[in-house]
T-cell receptor, first 116, second 111 residues
Framework: EAGVAQSPRYKIIEKRQSVAFWCNPI?????LYWYQQILGQGPKLLIQ????????DSQLPKDRFSAERLKGVDSTLKIQPAKLEDSAVYLC??????????????FGPGTRLTVL | GESVGLHLPTLSVQEGDNSIINCAYS??????FIWYKQESGKGPQFIID?????DKRQGQRVTVLLNKTVKHLSLQIAATQPGDSAVYFC??????????FGQGTRLTINP
């Protein structure tokens, strides 16, 4: 079974530029998550989708971050404009059912963003 | 707000020894906890979980202990192997699926 795919794996941009990350969840997984992981810290949830609807975006900095999952499968996360403090690994995860045990969250390899 | 944290940021053990990684949590209402392993360049990988109505759960070479009185979790890895080198996170589950991760402990195995 293919895992969660993310691209690009690495991205370097200058502050105030824009950047987008892409995630393809495991086939059939209805729930998709984006996490931000700053170096030396645990992942922090940014947004959770159930199919193409947002379940939780309470920790998403909406003035600069946006995410969509238009067809309920792939998702993109965008940052515009980027700040230095956005340097982090952005992890995508998916799970089969939002009410299931949390061990069903499968993580992708992440995109490492460096903002200069 | 509530947070999940770890006692030690790094742990170094000899190959073959047992490892113990600790975690303190502050949300007394949490009823579900998970340990994740994260290798360099990879996303977190589920290791083992435990519900608050349990105080111990065993897996293959791993054991999780939960002490609700002092709000403490530990992960024990038996006969540590080089492949166990990674950062280990405890996570607290809020609501149905929201994971709140701690800072992480880096486990290094000495040959």
């Amino acid at each position: 079974e293919a895992g969660v795919a993310q691209s690009p794996r690495y991205k370097i941009i200058e502050k105030r530029q824009s950047v987008a990350f892409w995630c393809n969840p495991i086939s059939g997984h209805a729930t998709l998550y984006w996490y931000q992981q700053i170096l030396g810290q645990g992942p922090k949830l940014l947004i959770q989708f159930q199919n193409n609807g947002v379940v939780d975006d309470s920790q998403l900095p909406k003035d600069r971050f946006s995410a969509e999952r238009l067809k309920g499968v792939d998702s993109t996360l965008k940052i515009q404009p980027a700040k230095l403090e956005d340097s982090a690994v952005y992890l995508c995860a998916s799970s089969t059912h939002p009410q299931a045990l949390a061990d069903t969250q499968y993580f992708g390899p992440g995109t490492r963003l460096t903002v200069l | 707000g509530e947070s999940v944290g770890l006692h030690l940021p790094t742990l170094s053990v000899q190959e073959g020894d047992n490892s113990i990684i600790n975690c303190a949590y502050s949300n007394s209402a949490s009823d579900y906890f998970i340990w994740y392993k994260q290798e360099s360049g990879k996303g977190p990988q589920f290791i083992i979980d435990i519900r608050s109505n349990m105080d111990k759960r065993q897996g293959q070479r791993v054991t999780v202990l939960l002490n609700k009185t002092v709000k403490h979790l530990s992960l024990q890895i038996a006969a540590t192997q080089p492949g166990d080198s990674a950062v280990y996170f405890c996570a607290e589950v809020e609501g149905a699926q929201k994971l709140v991760f701690g800072q992480g402990t880096r486990l290094t195995i000495n040959p």
